[in-house]
């Protein structure tokens, strides 16, 4: 009988800036998933299907990350899209994740968002045979009753926070004060 491999969920997103909602739905996998021992967040280098790039730098970003989780060996920062050639397609990542790591199974986290437009990932069909998927709720969008797919799981319990770090960061150029949406208040200074 072969041994189960450990698993790792994998929470990739722009986290720009990582905030109380990212925290709340991390923990909230952990807690909720039997069998996930940790939690990786993957920064994204840039999104091919955002035509923006984001507001703060990827070190920046990986460095509030790293703040935020750092007396919490459940979590860890991945810094691996700093080291991949563009465009950083998700499967391109955790393919570079599973061949680096084999010794665990990686589970990817996705919000209802990407899911329900998940046909125009690169790669798709691959990406959901390849790896399971932990599917999340955002506002604004509808989780369907079923995933259609045996290796995607719909989290319709996991927790529906109102907090985008778009308003993070534009509450900090109009001098507004969201400090308390994030996870550690005195690095809304460093925005």
């Known amino acids: 009988m072969e041994r189960m491999k450990p698993q790792i969920a994998l929470f990739a997103g722009s986290f720009d800036p990582i905030h109380i909602g990212h925290m709340a739905l991390a923990n909230y996998i952990l807690c909720h998933n039997k069998g996930i021992e940790q939690l990786w967040f993957v920064p994204t280098a840039q999104n091919p299907l955002k035509p923006r790039a984001t507001e703060l730098s990827f070190t920046r970003r990986c460095h509030l990350i790293e703040e935020v989780i750092a007396n919490d ?88 926070m109102e907090i985008s770090s778009s308003e993070i960061r534009s509450a900090r150029h109009k ?17």
């Open 73 to 160: 060996s459940r979590f860890s920062c991945c810094r691996i899209e700093e080291t991949l050639p563009a465009p950083h397609y998700t499967i391109y990542t955790l393919d570079k994740l599973r061949d680096h790591n084999p010794q665990y199974q990686f589970i990817l986290i996705m919000g209802a968002d990407n899911w329900l437009s998940i046909e125009h990932w690169y790669h798709w069909r691959e990406l959901i045979e390849q790896y399971p998927i932990l599917v999340y709720p955002r506002p604004g969008y509808t989780l369907p009753r079923e995933a259609g797919n045996s290796n995607v799981t719909l989290l319709h319990d996991a927790p529906l």
């Open 175 to 191: 001098g507004e004060d969201l400090r308390y949406w994030m996870p550690r208040p005195e690095l809304f200074e460093l925005l």
